[in-house]
C-alpha cells in the first residue's frame, strides 16, 4: 500500500512539473482564460475540441502540417514545446483549469510593457564616439583593411564573411516596438518571423494581427489607410489608344507618349487591403541582432511624438505633386 501511495505521489509530481513547464499563461489573450474563445476571431474553440484533437493541431503546428489563418503564429508559439509539454497542455485544457489568473495577468502586463517601449534602431549606429572612430577624414593612415565594408584586407579572402546572425527574435506580441527610422519610414518587423514567411497572395499571415479590427486588441500596429487606398491611374484601351486619367498618351504613335499632364491619379479608397500591397516584407523587413557595417551620421527631421510609431503618410502622399 505503501509502494502505491509513493508511486501516485511520484506520478502527481511529475504531472505538475509537467504542467508548470508548459503554462498556458502565454495563450489566454487570444484564446481566453478557459480557452472559450475564437482566437482573434478566426481559430476553434480550443475549450470545445477534444484531448486527442488539441494534440493533433499543437503537434501539427510545431511541424507547420496543420492550420489556416494562424497557422505562422502559432507556429512560433509551440515551437520550443516538447511532446511530453503538449500533452501535459491539452490535460489541462480539457480539465478546465485555464489560465491561473495571477500568470494571465503576469504575461498580459509582460506584453504591454513590451508594446509601451520603443527601441531606436539607430542609437548605437549614430553613437558619436563609433563616427568618430569610423571617421576616415581624421586619419592620418587609411589601409585597406578600413575601406569598404569588408574591413580586411583586399589581398586575401579567408577572413570574409557574412555577420553571424541571432535567430532570437521574441515571438509575435512579445516584442518592443522600432522607432521609425524617418518620418513615415515602414515601420521594421521587431518579433520572429519563424512559419509567417514567405508571404504569397493567398497565404498572408501577418493580416491575422495586423488588420485594424483586431490589431488595438493584440497590441499589434495596424495596418494604415494608405494600404486601402489604390493610387494607380485609371488605365483603358480605347479606340486604338491608351488612356490613363482620362489622357491619351499616344501607344498608337508606337510609344508610351507623355504622361507629364497627369498630376495625380485619382484616390480610390477601398474596404479591403488593396493588393499591390499584399507583400508586407517588401518594405517591412525583419532585423537581425548583428553590428551594422558602417556608423550612421543621418539625422531625421521631424521624428518627435506621435512621428516614431505612427504616420501620417496617406495625407502626404500628393506632397511635392500639386
Same mark, same amino acid.
Given at each position: 500500500?505503501?509502494?502505491?501511495?509513493?508511486?501516485?505521489?511520484?506520478?502527481?509530481?511529475?504531472?505538475?512539473?509537467?504542467?508548470? @513547464? #508548459?503554462?498556458? +499563461?502565454? %495563450?489566454?489573450? %487570444?484564446?481566453?482564460?478557459?480557452?472559450?474563445?475564437?482566437?482573434?476571431?478566426?481559430?476553434?474553440?480550443?475549450?470545445?475540441?477534444?484531448?486527442?484533437?488539441?494534440?493533433?493541431?499543437?503537434?501539427?503546428?510545431?511541424?507547420?502540417?496543420?492550420?489556416?489563418?494562424?497557422?505562422?503564429?502559432?507556429?512560433?508559439?509551440?515551437?520550443?514545446?516538447?511532446?511530453?509539454?503538449?500533452? #501535459?497542455?491539452?490535460?489541462?485544457?480539457? @480539465?478546465?483549469?485555464?489560465?491561473?489568473?495571477?500568470?494571465?495577468?503576469?504575461?498580459?502586463?509582460?506584453?504591454?510593457?513590451?508594446?509601451?517601449?520603443?527601441?531606436?534602431?539607430?542609437?548605437?549606429?549614430?553613437?558619436?564616439?563609433?563616427?568618430?572612430?569610423?571617421?576616415?577624414?581624421?586619419?592620418?593612415?587609411?589601409?585597406?583593411?578600413?575601406?569598404?565594408?569588408?574591413?580586411?584586407?583586399? *589581398?586575401?579572402?579567408?577572413?570574409?564573411?557574412?555577420?553571424?546572425?541571432?535567430?532570437?527574435?521574441?515571438?509575435?506580441? +512579445?516584442?518592443?516596438? *522600432?522607432?521609425?527610422?524617418?518620418?513615415? #519610414?515602414?515601420?521594421?518587423?521587431?518579433?520572429?518571423?519563424?512559419?509567417?514567411?514567405?508571404?504569397?497572395?493567398?497565404?498572408?499571415?501577418?493580416?491575422?494581427?495586423?488588420?485594424?479590427?483586431?490589431?488595438?486588441?493584440?497590441?499589434?500596429?495596424?495596418?494604415?489607410?494608405?494600404? *486601402?487606398?489604390?493610387?494607380?491611374?485609371?488605365?483603358?484601351?480605347?479606340?486604338?489608344?491608351?488612356?490613363?486619367?482620362?489622357?491619351?498618351?499616344?501607344?498608337?504613335?508606337?510609344?508610351?507618349?507623355?504622361?507629364?499632364?497627369?498630376?495625380?491619379?485619382?484616390?480610390?479608397?477601398?474596404?479591403?487591403?488593396?493588393?499591390?500591397? *499584399?507583400? %508586407?516584407?517588401?518594405?517591412?523587413?525583419?532585423?537581425?541582432?548583428?553590428?551594422?557595417?558602417?556608423?550612421?551620421?543621418?539625422?531625421?527631421?521631424?521624428?518627435?511624438?506621435?512621428?516614431?510609431?505612427?504616420?501620417?503618410?496617406?495625407?502626404?502622399?500628393?506632397?511635392?505633386?500639386?
Amino acid at each position: 500500500m505503501t509502494k502505491v501511495i509513493k508511486v501516485m505521489a511520484l506520478g502527481s509530481l511529475l504531472a505538475a512539473s509537467a504542467l508548470y @513547464g #508548459a503554462s498556458t +499563461a502565454a %495563450c489566454a489573450g %487570444c484564446h481566453g482564460q478557459h480557452f472559450e474563445k475564437k482566437a482573434m476571431g478566426k481559430s476553434k474553440i480550443v475549450k470545445d475540441m477534444s484531448k486527442a484533437d488539441i494534440l493533433v493541431a499543437l503537434k501539427g503546428y510545431k511541424a507547420g502540417t496543420y492550420g489556416g489563418a494562424m497557422k505562422g503564429l502559432m507556429k512560433g508559439q509551440v515551437a520550443s514545446l516538447s511532446d511530453a509539454d503538449m500533452k #501535459a497542455i491539452a490535460d489541462m485544457i480539457k @480539465g478546465g483549469a485555464g489560465s491561473p489568473t495571477d500568470k494571465a495577468t503576469a504575461h498580459a502586463a509582460a506584453a504591454a510593457v513590451a508594446q509601451a517601449k520603443v527601441i531606436d534602431i539607430n542609437a548605437k549606429v549614430c553613437d558619436p564616439a563609433r563616427i568618430k572612430k569610423e571617421d576616415l577624414g581624421n586619419k592620418k593612415v587609411v589601409d585597406e583593411t578600413v575601406l569598404g565594408l569588408r574591413k580586411t584586407s583586399l *589581398f586575401q579572402e579567408k577572413n570574409v564573411k557574412p555577420a553571424q546572425v541571432k535567430e532570437d527574435r521574441p515571438a509575435p506580441g +512579445a516584442a518592443p516596438r *522600432f522607432e521609425r527610422a524617418y518620418v513615415n #519610414a515602414p515601420p521594421m518587423i521587431p518579433h520572429s518571423v519563424e512559419g509567417l514567411l514567405p508571404i504569397t497572395k493567398d497565404n498572408n499571415q501577418c493580416l491575422g494581427c495586423h488588420m485594424p479590427d483586431v490589431a488595438k486588441s493584440v497590441g499589434a500596429t495596424p495596418i494604415p489607410p494608405s494600404h *486601402f487606398t489604390n493610387y494607380r491611374p485609371t488605365t483603358v484601351l480605347k479606340n486604338g489608344e491608351l488612356v490613363k486619367e482620362g489622357h491619351k498618351i499616344g501607344i498608337a504613335k508606337g510609344d508610351m507618349g507623355n504622361v507629364g499632364d497627369i498630376k495625380l491619379a485619382k484616390v480610390k479608397k477601398l474596404n479591403h487591403l488593396y493588393q499591390g500591397r *499584399f507583400n %508586407c516584407s517588401q518594405c517591412h523587413a525583419p532585423q537581425a541582432n548583428v553590428k551594422t557595417a558602417v556608423a550612421n551620421t543621418f539625422k531625421p527631421d521631424g521624428l518627435t511624438g506621435e512621428f516614431k510609431t505612427g504616420s501620417n503618410l496617406v495625407n502626404m502622399m500628393d506632397e511635392g505633386v500639386k
